[in-house]
């Protein structure tokens, strides 16, 4: 008893170490069995004990390696880790949660920022590429008609096509910025929610759509309806959405050819009047003019010469008689079964 109460606290004597022992005397009230069953567990309990120190001390050193710390891992009490982990837990866990926090929200704001920069910078761009077709278009016409292209937003779009393009954005102001939000609170959540709204118990049909809406719109095209307008010359204007259906296969043919000649015009600079846009000016046409009729081949001909491009044109032999007045060269290609031959074609009524 003395010795008892020397090795172990008077209250857990009586809370815990006494009732054990008077539960353990119920099932064993030999003293000599009793000691020997205890002293076997014992042993047992200090060799799991032993093996457990181990391990402690081997990932405490593991730990010490790690993260470069000078802490003794073979200590008996497990304070100075103790204390290394309620600095983690309480105090830069804390810290970190802040800045990842902080990081996210600039993260957010920085990504919105850029998407609508990009998107800004796109509809400039595409404006200033119409404005250069339509440079190149303004001393071209087709017979008597003349041609313009246009671009305007979207009606379904309209609401993001104005934020985008909000005189407020231009001064500098960062798009949380109070004035632009109070303005564009709704427009903007509204525009982000549908692609960047991720949760990963998302079905896949829904994926499916998330997917779809990041490729709209984070394309400028979807935000602008693109047309062509042609002027007679009494002055009157019609766009080529509203009457393209009801023309013939000749004249759908004309705006073809009015935007591809436009473009390649605009492509290779031709408006810029110098030796350093020396190019070779090349567009090469395959079964062309197909539709088209004699007036119309013809029209086709001469602004393709006026826009200063070198062509290289190929077409049946019913549209030699349109065609051959106007190129400089006419090569016949002939082929028989499969051999294919090329000579120069010779007007034998010029």
């Not at 246009?150 to 909000?166: C, T």
């Amino acid at each position: 008893k003395e010795r008892i109460n020397q090795s172990f606290d008077k209250t857990w004597i009586q809370t815990v170490g006494e009732p054990a022992f008077l539960d353990i005397l119920q099932i064993n009230s030999n003293p000599e069995s009793l000691y020997e069953t205890l002293t076997t567990e014992i042993a047992s309990i200090l060799k799991t004990l032993d093996g457990q120190k181990r391990y402690i001390d081997e990932l405490r050193t593991r730990y010490n390696t790690i993260y470069e710390l000078n802490y003794d891992p073979s200590c008996d009490d497990n304070k100075a880790y103790e204390e290394e982990y309620h600095d983690l837990a309480e105090i830069k866990l804390k810290e970190y949660r802040g800045k990842i926090i902080e990081a996210k929200e600039n993260a957010r704001r920085e990504f919105r920022n850029d998407f609508l920069a990009k998107l800004k910078s796109n509809f400039d761009t595409v404006i200033s590429q119409i404005e250069a077709l339509n440079d190149a278009l303004e001393h071209a016409k087709f017979g008597e008609d003349s041609y313009r292209f246009v671009a305007s937003p979207r009606r379904e779009y309209l609401a993001y096509y104005e934020m985008i393009n909000d005189p407020l954005l231009l001064t500098g102001q960062d798009i949380e910025a109070k004035d632009f939000t109070e303005k564009y609170e709704d427009v903007i959540e509204d525009l982000f929610r549908q692609i960047t709204f991720v949760d990963t118990s998302l079905g896949s049909d829904i994926r499916v759509e998330l997917e779809r809406n990041i490729e709209k719109f984070t394309d400028y095209r979807s935000y602008l309806k693109f047309d062509l307008i042609v002027t007679n010359n009494h002055g009157k204007s019609q766009r080529l959405s509203r009457t393209l259906l009801t023309k013939s296969g000749g004249e759908t043919q004309t705006p073809f050819y009015i935007s591809i000649l436009a473009s390649f015009s605009q492509a290779y600079r031709l408006y810029l009047k110098n030796e350093r846009n020396a190019s070779i000016r090349l567009i090469i046409f395959d079964e062309a003019f197909s539709k088209m009729d004699s007036e119309r081949i013809q029209e086709s001909i001469k602004l393709l010469r006026n826009f200063g491009l070198q062509a290289i044109v190929s077409a049946p032999p019913d549209k030699i008689p349109d065609i051959v007045p106007l190129v400089d060269k006419t090569l016949c290609v002939v082929r028989n079964n499969t051999i294919s031959t090329v000579k120069e074609f010779q007007d034998m009524q010029a």
